[in-house]
């Protein structure tokens, strides 16, 4: 094959990858993306060569150029859209205007999702879910996902090649050269799954716990995974259908995520007394101050924690601002089966210690005791109520998890 600039990366003797890979974007929504991302289109090739979800408008071009390394663009015939999410339509209409496809395939609600998308995009084909197509020598199941992410998301199963094209689900955002799993190292693709479902999975866990069975009865068996973000699973595809029945259980550990943020060091003096109440309780725990610790790793830790400890300073009678924007942003996660606890100081006022209170109890987290609260700095009294606090925490831990 010739070489140039652009590539497509073989996934299989029919299949190839032809997405682009995004080094610089550094925020998805409000979650750090630290390694940058891919947005991965595929092309099955065959009688009538098919391609599967597009890329960000952007990068349009480096995707023209992967299917121009191995075969013209005139040549396909179909459009398959997986989730119409704009990093993965797009630049659909585009695509549909050079192509001019026999067939633009989505779900039901993908149909409707597109039209809101681009209303002048043309005919689209409704799937439903369970529905089998023939295009061309390709069998292909559709397999509705509402919920996982979008409600328009679908997976889309090549039966010959035991291949799933999971749009969103499965994936991560991570750049790299490497296509597939194993040539990452093992550590770094759990991490960055793991950081994935908390932040973009998890408040749709129910779904993801019914997953493995539909898939079964589906008759979708797969060997290869292929998202539409990071890299391809050929080797720990069926691991990592386990870890997403896993985490959407959210089994929990005896270890606490301390979060806080601190105006004079006074909260963070509360926190560090507190931590290491948990420490000698027997329990894990982590500290997390907010003035060094982006909300998604704050989301990634809680995935398997047992509990919240959340300390804020009283600022203007409120939440300090940190504070507030990692509560609006957790409770939109719908995290289940925490404990947690407030803690925190002021100085004319201290409202936050309870704000925080009623902020854990809105999402469902009970709080151990009544949170302590500090005027000014913390004294050795104050300290040892936030040392008491911490193994309070930890005696819940461990007698709910084990040690």
Known sequence: MEQKPFMAAKITDRVYWVGAIDWAVRDFH?????????????LIMGTEPILVDTVKAPFRDEMLARIASVMDLSRIRHIISNHSEMDHSGCLPEMIEMIKPRKVIASAMGVKTLRDHFPLVGELTAVSDGERMILGDASLTFMETRMLHW???MFTYLADERLLFSQDGFGMHLASHERFDDGLPGELLLNEAAKYYANIILPFSPVVSNLPSRMEKAGIRPVIIAPDHGPVWRKGAGEIVGRYAAWAAQRRTPRAIVAYDTMWGSTALM???????IARGGAGVKLMPLGASHRSDIATELLDAGAFIL????????LFPTVADLLCYLKGLKPAHLIGAA????GWSGEAVKQVAEALAAMNVPTIGEGVGVKYVPGPEALQRCAALGRAVADHLKSTYGA
């Open 30 to 42: 409000g979650y750090a993306t630290d390694r940058g991302t891919t947005y991965n289109a595929y």
């Open 151 to 153: 409600p328009d998301s």
């Open 271 to 277: 926190a560090r007394a507190i931590g290491e109440g």
């Open 311 to 318: 300390g804020s300073p009283t600022l203007n009678n409120n």
């Open 343 to 346: 803690f925190g100081s002021w």
